[in-house]
C-alpha cells in the first residue's frame, strides 16, 4: 500500500529525476527527499541474488514490493521474505506495472544482463545494487557510470569486501604508507577461467527447455542459441562462456583489484595491457592466463604510471617477487603490493601482513555494505563504490578480456574516446551486438 503521503513524495522524485536526468544534477537529487522506507525489489532471486535480497531486506527500513526471476522454481526461497509481494519473470514487466512503488532494486543475474537491467532501472529513477563484474563489456561499464552519473541515483557495485574489515585494512595500511609508496603490484586468484560446464563448445544435444524459465530472457542482450540443459549455461556455469560470462578476471577482478583501486585511488583509464594464456576458442575463457596492466600513477604510487599484474588459473606470483619472510606463505588469492619499504601481502578476505621485520598492520573494523547502500538511498549519500567506481574498475577488468583475443600483443587504450588505438580489430571487442530487443542506448 502506498500513502498519499507516499505518491506524493514519489511524484516530486520523478520530477526531480527527470530534472537530473535533463541537467546532469549531482548524485543526491532523489535520496535526500526519500522517506523513512525504501521499497526494494530483487531482481535475480537465487544464487547470490537470494543472499543479496536477505541482507538488503533484513535493514529495517527496507519493505521488499516485488520479485523478479526468469526462471520461477527459483524464486521459493525469497518468498517468505515478503509473501504477499508480487513475483515477476520479466524485469521490464516489473518496472512498467509497479512503477513508482519501487525506489530500489537489486541485480545480482549473470553478468551479460546487469547493463540492461540496470540501466532501464536508472532511466527510471530507481536506486541500483549491481553486483560484480558491473558489466559483461567495457562500453556497458561506460554506459552505467555516466547513466548513474546522469540520473542521481543511489548506486553500489555488488563487492561486499569492498567494506570487509580485511580490505579496509589493507587500504589503510596502503595510505598510512605503511610500505612506502607502490612500484608495483601482482593479484592472484586460483580460479580458472572455464571448467564449470565441463565443455569447450557448444552441446550437440540439447534438453527442453524446463516450464518455469524463460530462456528468451535468460539469453537477453546475447544471440539466440538452443537452452543445452541444466548447467551447460545455467545456472551459474555462464562464467564459463564468452556471450554471457568473464572468466576468471571477470569473475574475481572486482574482488581482487577492488582494494588496490581503493588504496590507490586510481580513477583513470588503463594506459596499456597485455595478455599471454594457455590458449582459447571462440565459445570459453583461457583457463590459465597472465594480464600486465600499465595504469596512471597516483599520490600513492611511486611513479608516473603503475604495473599492475594478474595471475590465475594457478598461476601467481613467483617467490622472488613476494620476498616473504620465514614462516610466512602465499595466499591461495590475493594481492602483493610491492613498496619502496617492503611488501604488503593482502589475502583475499584476509588480514594483510608485511615483509618487514617488526612491522605490525592494526584490523580496521567492518562496515554492513548492503545497509551502507540502503542509508545512502534513503540519506542521498552515495558509497565510495558506486558505478563511477565500479564502472572504471570493471572497463579494467573486461579490457583484460579484450587483451585475451590479441595473445602477446600490447593494447594501447585511449580511454577518453574509448579506443585501442594501436589495433583497430581490438575494438570490436570493447563491446558487443545486442539482440534484436535488447539493444542498450549510448548516453
Ligand atoms: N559478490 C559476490 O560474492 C558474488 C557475486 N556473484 C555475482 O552474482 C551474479 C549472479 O551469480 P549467480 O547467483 O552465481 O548466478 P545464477 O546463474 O545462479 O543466477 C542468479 C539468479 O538470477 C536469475 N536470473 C538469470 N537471468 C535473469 C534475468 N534476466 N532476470 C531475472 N533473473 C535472472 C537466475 O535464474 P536462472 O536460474 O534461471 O538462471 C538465478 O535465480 C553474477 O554477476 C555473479 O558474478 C555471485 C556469487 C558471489
Ligand atoms: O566471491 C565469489 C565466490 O565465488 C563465485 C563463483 O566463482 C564468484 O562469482 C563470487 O564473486
Same mark, same amino acid.
Given at each position: 500500500?502506498?500513502?498519499?503521503?507516499?505518491?506524493?513524495?514519489?511524484?516530486?522524485?520523478?520530477?526531480?529525476?527527470?530534472?537530473?536526468?535533463?541537467?546532469?544534477?549531482?548524485?543526491?537529487?532523489?535520496?535526500?527527499?526519500?522517506?523513512?522506507?525504501?521499497?526494494?525489489?530483487?531482481?535475480?532471486?537465487?544464487?547470490?541474488?537470494?543472499?543479496?535480497?536477505?541482507?538488503?531486506?533484513?535493514?529495517?527500513?527496507?519493505?521488499?514490493?516485488?520479485?523478479?526471476?526468469?526462471?520461477?522454481?527459483?524464486?521459493?526461497?525469497?518468498?517468505?521474505?515478503?509473501?504477499?509481494?508480487?513475483?515477476?519473470?520479466?524485469?521490464?514487466?516489473?518496472?512498467?506495472?509497479?512503477?513508482?512503488?519501487?525506489?530500489?532494486?537489486?541485480?545480482?543475474?549473470?553478468?551479460?544482463?546487469?547493463?540492461?537491467?540496470?540501466?532501464?532501472?536508472?532511466?527510471?529513477?530507481?536506486?541500483?545494487?549491481?553486483?560484480?563484474?558491473?558489466? &559483461? =563489456?567495457?562500453?556497458? /561499464?561506460? +554506459?552505467?557510470?555516466?547513466?548513474? *552519473?546522469? $540520473?542521481? !541515483?543511489?548506486?553500489?557495485? %555488488?563487492?561486499?569486501?569492498?567494506?570487509?574489515?580485511?580490505? &579496509? =585494512?589493507?587500504?589503510? /595500511?596502503? +595510505?598510512?604508507?605503511?610500505?612506502? *609508496?607502490? $612500484?608495483? !603490484?601482482?593479484?592472484?586468484? %586460483?580460479?580458472?577461467?572455464?571448467?564449470?560446464?565441463?565443455?569447450?563448445?557448444?552441446?550437440?544435444?540439447?534438453?527442453?527447455?524446463?516450464?518455469?524459465?524463460?530462456?528468451?530472457?535468460?539469453?537477453?542482450?546475447?544471440?539466440?542459441?538452443?537452452?543445452?540443459?541444466?548447467?551447460?549455461?545455467?545456472?551459474?556455469?555462464?562464467?564459463?562462456?564468452?556471450?554471457?560470462?568473464?572468466?576468471?578476471?571477470?569473475?574475481?577482478?572486482?574482488?581482487?583489484?577492488?582494494?588496490?583501486?581503493?588504496?590507490?585511488?586510481?580513477?583513470?583509464?588503463?594506459?596499456?595491457?597485455?595478455?599471454?594464456?594457455?590458449?582459447?576458442?571462440?565459445?570459453?575463457?583461457?583457463?590459465?592466463?597472465?594480464?600486465?596492466?600499465?595504469?596512471?600513477?597516483?599520490?600513492?604510487?611511486?611513479?608516473?604510471?603503475?604495473?599492475?599484474?594478474?595471475?590465475?588459473?594457478?598461476?601467481?606470483?613467483?617467490?622472488?617477487?613476494?620476498?616473504?619472510?620465514?614462516?610466512?606463505?602465499?595466499?591461495?588469492?590475493?594481492?602483493?603490493?610491492?613498496?619502496?619499504?617492503?611488501?604488503?601481502?593482502?589475502?583475499?578476505?584476509?588480514?594483510?601482513?608485511?615483509?618487514?621485520?617488526?612491522?605490525?598492520?592494526?584490523?580496521?573494523?567492518?562496515?554492513?555494505?548492503?545497509?551502507?547502500?540502503?542509508?545512502?538511498?534513503?540519506?542521498?549519500?552515495?558509497?565510495?563504490?558506486?558505478?563511477?567506481?565500479?564502472?572504471?574498475?570493471?572497463?579494467?577488468?573486461?579490457?583484460?578480456?579484450?587483451?585475451?583475443?590479441?595473445?602477446?600483443?600490447?593494447?594501447?587504450?585511449?580511454?577518453?574516446?574509448?579506443?585501442?588505438?594501436?589495433?583497430?580489430?581490438?575494438?570490436?571487442?570493447?563491446?558487443?551486438?545486442?539482440?534484436?530487443?535488447?539493444?542498450?542506448?549510448?548516453?
Amino acid at each position: 500500500m502506498t500513502s498519499s503521503s507516499d505518491t506524493t513524495r514519489r511524484d516530486f522524485l520523478k520530477t526531480s529525476v527527470a530534472a537530473a536526468s535533463a541537467f546532469a544534477a549531482p548524485a543526491f537529487v532523489r535520496g535526500q527527499n526519500l522517506n523513512s522506507q525504501l521499497q526494494f525489489a530483487g531482481i535475480g532471486t537465487d544464487g547470490k541474488g537470494y543472499s543479496d535480497i536477505k541482507l538488503i531486506a533484513s535493514h529495517d527500513k527496507v519493505k521488499c514490493v516485488a520479485f523478479c526471476d526468469v526462471d520461477l522454481s527459483r524464486t521459493a526461497k525469497v518468498k517468505p521474505l515478503a509473501p504477499d509481494a508480487p513475483v515477476y519473470q520479466d524485469y521490464k514487466a516489473m518496472l512498467d506495472e509497479l512503477g513508482d512503488k519501487i525506489d530500489a532494486v537489486s541485480v545480482s543475474t549473470p553478468d551479460h544482463t546487469h547493463a540492461i537491467i540496470s540501466i532501464d532501472a536508472m532511466q527510471r529513477g530507481k536506486h541500483v545494487y549491481c553486483q560484480k563484474p558491473l558489466t &559483461r =563489456t567495457v562500453w556497458e /561499464a561506460r +554506459q552505467m557510470r555516466l547513466q548513474a *552519473k546522469k $540520473t542521481g !541515483v543511489i548506486t553500489r557495485m %555488488g563487492n561486499q569486501i569492498h567494506s570487509h574489515s580485511a580490505y &579496509r =585494512t589493507g587500504v589503510k /595500511a596502503i +595510505q598510512d604508507g605503511v610500505i612506502g *609508496k607502490v $612500484t608495483a !603490484v601482482h593479484s592472484w586468484v %586460483g580460479t580458472t577461467g572455464h571448467g564449470r560446464s565441463g565443455l569447450l563448445d557448444r552441446p550437440k544435444v540439447n534438453e527442453p527447455v524446463p516450464k518455469t524459465l524463460d530462456w528468451n530472457l535468460w539469453i537477453s542482450v546475447a544471440p539466440m542459441r538452443p537452452y543445452g540443459g541444466n548447467r551447460v549455461y545455467h545456472p551459474f556455469t555462464w562464467r564459463d562462456w564468452q556471450d554471457f560470462g568473464s572468466g576468471a578476471i571477470g569473475d574475481f577482478g572486482c574482488h581482487l583489484l577492488d582494494p588496490v583501486y581503493t588504496a590507490l585511488k586510481i580513477t583513470g583509464d588503463p594506459i596499456s595491457v597485455h595478455s599471454e594464456h594457455t590458449g582459447m576458442n571462440d565459445e570459453v575463457w583461457p583457463a590459465q592466463e597472465t594480464i600486465k596492466y600499465i595504469i596512471p600513477g597516483t599520490q600513492y604510487t611511486a611513479g608516473r604510471s603503475l604495473p599492475i599484474t594478474w595471475y590465475d588459473g594457478g598461476r601467481r606470483p613467483s617467490n622472488g617477487i613476494a620476498k616473504l619472510l620465514p614462516g610466512q606463505t602465499l595466499p591461495g588469492g590475493g594481492s602483493i603490493f610491492v613498496g619502496q619499504k617492503g611488501n604488503m601481502i593482502l589475502p583475499h578476505v584476509g588480514q594483510p601482513f608485511v615483509n618487514i621485520e617488526g612491522v605490525s598492520i592494526e584490523p580496521v573494523p567492518s562496515l554492513d555494505h548492503y545497509h551502507g547502500w540502503v542509508d545512502g538511498c534513503l540519506s542521498g549519500k552515495q558509497p565510495s563504490d558506486g558505478f563511477e567506481y565500479g564502472g572504471h574498475l570493471t572497463e579494467a577488468v573486461q579490457l583484460g578480456n579484450v587483451a585475451a583475443y590479441f595473445p602477446g600483443e600490447t593494447l594501447e587504450f585511449d580511454g577518453k574516446a574509448l579506443k585501442i588505438t594501436n589495433n583497430s580489430e581490438a575494438n570490436k571487442y570493447l563491446t558487443r551486438d545486442y539482440r534484436t530487443g535488447f539493444e542498450i542506448a549510448s548516453i
